[in-house]
């Protein structure tokens, strides 16, 4: 393609990237290095059904005025990114400090927001990826070797995970695993333990949201390996056979390689996805035990009335950078396959 | 904070008041041909109040919506920022108002409560600094239920009147081998378990910050003492409880799988109805005063408001329509019509036994949630940072600091502390 029709060819595309996702990317920037200007409080008489109390209030009129002097707020840096909340550079020094083993360290920066979150969401990341690999492809292989006639049904039905949406499916488990629910009764009836609860463990509510991440998952592998395996080459599975390889032998030798690229992208796709982990802890009512880094944008936004977009936006650029850093491995690695074959 | 102790004589006069002013209320509806645009939180009581000024007054309007949606805390700053605002009238109550407040989106109601405020009384009235900026009408606040059945089969006396009492009986009903967890409370990370906090630590006798400051004053005794009877108190509860708030509640205490309960008293219809639950359950309920704990003498509880106020960026002839219909709706006629809907501060209410709990909390001079602009961020630390305790991993000490340092990150990215 020549470069000029190339560029009118993605300028479309490029227009809308530029403006609704890299822009609105540097204003969450711009806007994580600034803090609200100071609310100037002052002490008033507050009364109603319940009586008088002396109360701080602010002061409109001087905030206003402060707030218009520096409508963005006031410049704080990289504050934000370096306090408690995110990446607490100075709990973590005097952690380093006072603590005289690594165990007590670490319980130490794991009690700190931003890195218990990110505890989750890595665990979470790691173990939930590679099973729905291997659980997609076992699932697409057996579908692969389905008579005809139930190819569609099973197709169908192994795809319902997907189309439920997260939050109502997680819904759905949270009040079968219930301690009323019918595996949350179970459980106790078989442990002969009343006051036995999935949801009152840490362990427990982890284990619970990695299943319903792997669960919620595994359709969108599937799908994508059992287009893979329509076109594994017939030709070659029938050397293999000749040459005597084993049904095992064929799938590591041929079907895998084959269908490798395949496996870069789903691992890529999930990688990006399970990172950003959040409506199964708000489905489950997880927040107790497990935290995600989306939980805590989430929560800066929402929960403290009037939000703290500085904080939200610092936890969202940190997010941006975890997914490069945790893509970057697939990337080098693809880039490198790239410009080999492009040598030859 | 200083409580000058009005708090019993002004709060009784409301709940208890009888049909005193029921000929004010022939529906002065002010400016005709107004939009009047309502935003309230979704629960009867709201929707009887919104609703009766529509009945009274959409006639005389030129357009009358109403939005109630449980998310409105979420929507309303946004929603009344911009200039004209999307809502003339919005229902608070006492940490909503705050949140309104803080940026400066409420007008002052001093004038339009001596136009049309025939059926408000002063008790009704939300002054701050000397400027009406919502008119409540009806209370809500925690408090104790008890199954009195359950309390007699376990040999317990009386109902509790402290937290220590409430151990004793939930340690006897766990002794005569009735229920394992007969506790139920609101403690789900987040929100409600910092809210539980906040009544246990007003309870001590705490305060919240440094008098006129944005300090965080938390991680005293009072604090610890309130951890600890938390964490006692935990023991008694079911082993979800992290993660249950009202509506799990509710339907643990419905099922007739709890004895005592801290619950919030808008719940009390809801409970005492014939729907829901079985006869033995509501027939032996009684709601009672929240407990006192520590050996101190208020009730360990928050009293909460719901009232109205009017948005800054409107037309003034919108906003006298809108106050006019929504003072409309306060009267005994709507109150008659939904007495058990809440515990109502309007004139005309007759206090049945679900609003026992709430009467007897604010009789007990219990403390209102604090309507001071930095509170939803100390609460939203506690509410995040209290977990680890609840679970054991942390001392109380280390939770409070935890609490007080989330805290200060928040207040000073929101400009509070510098």
């Known amino acids: 393609m020549k470069h000029k029709t190339f560029f009118w060819f993605i300028l479309p595309t490029l227009t809308a990237m530029t403006l609704f996702i890299a822009l609105p990317i540097v204003s969450v920037f711009i806007q994580s290095l600034h803090i609200q200007h100071e609310q100037v409080l002052i002490t008033v008489e507050n009364c109603g059904p319940f009586g008088c109390t002396e109360e701080t209030v602010i002061d409109q009129e001087a905030t206003r005025a402060l707030r218009d002097a520096q409508p963005l707020g006031q410049f704080n840096g990289l504050g934000t990114y370096t306090n408690r909340a995110h990446l607490a550079f100075g709990e973590i020094g005097e952690a380093w400090a006072t603590t005289e083993s690594w165990g007590a360290f670490f319980d130490r920066v794991l009690g700190l927001p931003f890195y218990r979150a990110l505890a989750f969401t890595l665990t979470y990341t790691f173990v939930v990826t590679p099973f729905v690999l291997l659980i997609g492809l076992a699932v697409a292989v057996g579908v692969n070797k389905l008579p005809k006639m139930f190819k569609g049904p099973t197709i169908f039905f192994s795809l319902l995970p997907m189309m439920i949406t997260p939050l109502v499916g997680s819904l759905i488990l949270l009040w079968m695993v219930d301690a009323e629910g019918i595996i949350g009764a179970t459980l106790q009836n078989i442990m002969n333990d009343p006051s036995l609860s999935l949801r009152a463990s840490a362990t427990l509510t982890w284990i619970m949201l990695i299943v319903y991440g792997i669960w919620s998952s595994i359709p969108f592998s599937f799908i994508v390996f059992y287009a893979g395996l329509q076109t594994v080459p017939a030709d070659t599975m029938e050397a293999a056979m000749i040459d005597g390889a084993s049904k095992w032998q064929r799938m590591r030798h041929v079907v895998v390689p084959h269908l490798m690229p395949l496996v870069v992208f789903i691992t890529l796709i999930q990688l990006m996805d399970n990172f950003r982990v959040f409506e199964p802890i708000v489905g489950f009512q997880a927040q107790a035990y497990a935290r995600s880094l989306s939980w805590i944008i989430f929560n800066d936004l929402r929960e403290a009335g009037n939000p703290l977009y500085g904080s939200a936006g610092a936890t969202s650029m940190l997010t941006i950078i975890g997914v490069a850093i945790l893509l970057s491995p697939v990337l080098v690695r693809t880039y490198r396959d790239y410009t080999r074959k492009s040598t030859h | ?418």
């Open chain 2, 1 to 418: 904070m200083t409580f000058t102790k009005l708090a019993a004589t002004s709060a009784i006069a409301g709940l208890m008041a009888t049909a005193a002013f029921a000929d004010a209320h022939g529906a002065a509806c002010g400016p005709e041909g107004q939009s009047i645009r309502i935003l309230g939180n979704d629960f009867p009581a709201i929707q009887a109040v919104a609703g009766a000024a529509e009945e009274n007054c959409g006639g005389a309007a030129a357009e009358f919506t109403r939005n109630h949606t449980t998310e409105m805390r979420d929507i309303m700053n946004a929603a009344l920022t911009p200039d004209p605002a999307e809502y003339g009238g919005v229902i608070v109550a006492n940490a909503t108002l705050v949140q309104l407040m803080n940026d400066g989106l409420l007008r002052p109601l001093n004038d339009l409560v001596e136009a049309y405020g025939d059926n408000i009384s002063p008790s009704q009235l939300i002054t701050i600094g000397g400027d009406v900026m919502a008119v409540a009408f009806m209370a809500n606040s925690q408090h104790l239920f008890v199954r009195t059945d359950i309390l007699e089969e376990a040999g317990v006396e009386g109902i509790p009147a402290t937290y220590e009492e409430v151990l004793e009986a939930a340690e006897a009903i766990r002794a005569a081998g009735i229920m394992e967890h007969p506790l139920v409370m609101n403690v789900q990370v987040g929100w409600n378990l910092a809210e539980m906090f906040n009544t246990l630590y007003l309870g001590h006798g705490g305060s919240f910050f440094e008098p006129g400051t944005a300090e965080p004053a938390i991680n005293n005794e009072a604090g610890v003492a309130t951890l600890e009877m938390l964490a006692q108190l935990a023991e008694y509860a079911h082993p979800d409880h992290l993660s249950q708030a009202s509506n799990e509640t509710q339907a643990i205490w419905e099922a007739g799988q709890a004895a005592l309960g801290f619950m919030w008293g808008s719940r009390g219809s809801a409970i005492l109805d014939d729907e829901g639950s079985t006869e033995e359950v509501v027939s032996n309920t009684v709601l009672a005063a929240a407990p006192t704990v520590g050996g101190m003498d208020i009730p360990s509880a928050t009293l909460w408001w719901d009232g109205f106020t009017i948005a800054a960026n409107i037309p003034d002839e919108e906003a006298e329509a809108t106050f006019a219909a929504l003072a409309s709706a306060l009267n005994p006629d709507m109150v008659a019509a939904n007495n058990d809907a809440a515990v109502w501060l309007v004139d005309g209410y007759t206090p049945g036994p679900a609003a026992a709990g709430v009467a007897a909390t604010a009789q007990g001079g219990a403390w209102p949630y604090p309507m001071v602009p930095q509170i939803g961020l100390l609460h939203n630390a506690l509410g995040a940072e209290l977990s680890d305790f609840m679970q054991g991993n942390e001392s109380a000490e280390e939770a409070l600091a935890d609490a007080e340092a989330a805290y200060r990150d928040a207040a000073r990215e929101a400009g509070f502390l510098q």
